[in-house]
């Protein structure tokens, strides 16, 4: 297919779990219901906790509740939870119902002095997007992005591509509070020194200078398509800096600065420089110094100079054929949602859906081979005729 190695694309896409949103008291209740029905296999469970394992039970505490019977039902959960844990003592301390039961109740919960429970509210602290989302599948984890509540794993896949087209190379599957910037981070640890120049091309939410930095360690080109905070001057990108960034070697107008010294809190050198040097300089008007008595004041930070960089290459054609030849790669979460169905895969937790996940993955770039191969007899067929 004649894969060009060096030229890569990247992009993450969110997997949802294969489990019912529950609200706190469907969720506590069931963490609940699930370690007392584990219980009255050993044990005669006392009349306060026996209507956990009638049939009907759920039916009535979750689906007939109204709004306003919603936070009666919650305390009376969770004064049913203590005696629940006081019944299980040690023996159950390896139960996965049981360790649930705990970690709910460390998130939704606060225990009481008296050894009771009440529900957490934002005063307590409030909780995570790590929370327990179902107790089907404690690995899920919640996010939002682009406006949509996910609760499940993230994947992100990087994809080469050639004359007779492309397949994905490498993925990476977890919770879905793993950032892009992570995956990025990862990928490039993971790469060995390279021996010619290979580009990764990616939207703005995997820009790092840290990343940028492992990337140019290791011979690899880090284009982002798009930028997400707000513009910088232009001219910042003449500033030239140490290698550890701490430092201003040289200003626009080519000229030693007078004096530079550099904030660790906020990654920035502030530079002086003679006074008549600024006067002069034909890139005062962009600079846009602060003059004193004697000389010039001007704040600057490698980061900064890196980001007006990367708007400059922005202008360019090159750039322009790096966007559209990234834009490519958001055909395959399309692919994997339609084609695939990695919304409803038929397992839970992080390891068997990474799995499941890597299957698709493999099947998908059998696909893209069969279908050049069959493109080969083709034009085969088309050559004896002609």
């Known amino acids: ?129 790590s929370i327990l989302q179902n107790p089907a599948d404690p690995d899920a984890t919640y996010r939002e992005k682009g406006g949509k509540q996910n609760r499940g794993y993230v994947a992100n896949v990087v994809e080469a591509s050639g004359e007779n087209g492309s397949i994905v190379e490498d993925y990476q599957y977890e919770q879905n509070i793993h950032s892009d910037s992570q995956f990025m981070k990862e990928t490039l640890e993971s790469m060995e020194v390279q021996d010619e120049t290979v580009t990764i091309i990616t939207d ?44 201003v070697l040289r200003c626009p107008g080519g000229h030693v600065p007078k ?32 003059m004193f008595k004697r000389v010039s004041r001007k704040t600057v930070s490698a980061k900064s100079s890196q980001r007006a960089k990367h708007q400059r290459e922005r202008s360019t054609e090159e750039f322009k054929q790096q966007t559209r030849f990234r834009n490519g790669v958001e055909t395959i979460p399309s692919i994997l949602r339609r084609k695939y169905n990695i919304d409803k895969i038929p397992v839970r937790g992080l390891i068997q859906s990474r799995f499941f996940f890597g299957c698709k993955i493999g099947a998908l770039n059998i696909k893209k081979f069969c279908q050049y191969m069959q493109s080969l007899d083709k034009c085969a067929s088309k050559a004896v005729v002609a």
């Open 259 to 290: 004096n530079c010294s550099y904030n660790a809190a906020t990654g920035q050198c502030t530079v002086s420089f003679q006074k008549n040097y600024c006067e002069q300089c034909p890139h005062k008007n962009q600079c846009h110094p602060k």
């Open 204 to 247: 703005g939410a995997y820009s790092e200078a840290e990343n940028e930095q492992l990337a140019a360690e290791k011979n690899i080109h880090l284009v982002t398509t798009n930028l997400t905070d707000r513009q910088t001057d232009d001219i910042m990108a003449d500033f030239e800096f140490s290698e550890n960034g701490q430092e």
């Open 1 to 129: 297919m004649k894969i060009d190695t060096t030229l890569k694309r990247m992009d993450s896409l969110m997997v949802a779990s294969n489990i019912k949103r529950m609200g706190r008291l469907e969720l506590l209740y069931t963490c609940t219901a699930n370690l007392a029905k584990e219980l009255s296999k050993n044990m005669e469970l006392p009349k306060e906790l026996q209507h956990y394992v009638q049939a009907d039970d759920k039916n009535q505490v979750i689906y007939y509740n109204h709004s306003d019977e919603t936070a009666d039902k919650i305390a009376i959960v969770l004064k049913e939870v203590a005696l629940l844990k006081e019944l299980c003592g040690t023996d159950y301390a390896e139960s996965a119902s049981y360790e649930l039961l705990l970690r709910v109740l460390e998130e939704q919960a606060v225990l009481n002095d008296d050894g009771t429970y009440r529900l957490r509210t934002k005063e307590d602290g409030g909780m995570n997007a």
